[in-house]
T-cell receptor, first 116, second 114 residues
Framework: GAGVSQSPRYKVAKRGQDVALRCDPI?????LFWYQQALGQGPEFLTY????????KSGLPSDRFFAERPEGSVSTLKIQRTQQEDSAVYLC??????????????FGSGTQLSVL | DAKTTQPPSMDCAEGRAANLPCNHS???????VYWYRQIHSQGPQYIIH???NNETNEMASLIITEDRKSSTLILPHATLRDTAVYYC???????????????FGKGTRLSVIA
């Protein structure tokens, strides 16, 4: 079906606001990843889900960042009390493999978050 | 995962082959070489990957040296739409209980010039 869909495409938040970013992975994809990309840098890993289980959250920069995937499909990345340093593009990616590792990921176009 | 080294930028004339190098001198025997590209305002796009042998698909060719310490991504006939940042990533493969995330560096900014 369609590729990975992310919404909103752009988000402007005032410092201190909470934001929620949504990711719709490719239907049937088991694995889901969130990445953060600062301007001029490569994407940096945040967290990984296998179905509804969050197996790796080692990249989340602080406890203000929280991700969930309750039914093993759509995922939400929530950032509480946003700070200016949170301004970045947040990318979601999915892959069909679960236990068997693969490096072939399908990325969405990202949500560009600007914190003023 | 092993670290990779890529030139920060390259130019290529439209219609010519673009050869993008990558050094990965500390690569382990079970690590694959992956290439992704990121066109402006889009998410990264998978191009190709390989372990030891050279690989080719509809997008590109991947040439891996015999000692596996370096590789080259070849776009045989570059077009303006190939202008993007190209990332070379090495990543462990095989069967694991987890899923090792891709670790991106800064990549090579390829500019295809008319």
């Amino acid at each position: 079906g369609a590729g990975v869909s992310q919404s909103p495409r752009y988000k402007v938040a005032k410092r201190g606001q909470d934001v929620a970013l949504r990711c719709d992975p490719i239907s049937g994809h088991v694995s889901l990843f969130w990445y953060q990309q600062a301007l001029g840098q490569g994407p940096e890993f945040l967290t990984y889900f296998q179905n509804e289980a969050q197996l790796d959250k080692s990249g989340l920069p602080s406890d203000r960042f929280f991700a969930e995937r309750p039914e093993g499909s759509v995922s939400t990345l929530k950032i509480q009390r946003t700070q200016q340093e949170d301004s970045a593009v947040y990318l979601c990616a999915s892959s069909s493999s679960g236990r068997q590792t693969t490096g072939k990921l399908f990325f969405g176009s990202g949500t560009q978050l600007s914190v003023l | 995962d092993a670290k990779t080294t890529q030139p920060p930028s390259m130019d290529c004339a439209e219609g010519r082959a673009a050869n993008l190098p990558c050094n990965h001198s500390t690569i382990s025997g079970n690590e694959y070489v992956y290439w992704y590209r990121q066109i402006h305002s889009q998410g990264p796009q998978y191009i190709i990957h390989g372990l030891k042998n050279n690989e080719t698909n509809e997008m590109a060719s991947l040439i891996i040296t015999e000692d596996r310490k370096s590789s080259t991504l070849i776009l045989p006939h570059a077009t303006l739409r190939d202008t993007a940042v190209y990332y070379c990533i090495v990543r462990v493969g095989g069967s694991y209980s987890g899923n090792t995330p891709l670790v991106f560096g800064k990549g090579t900014r390829l500019s295809v010039i008319a």
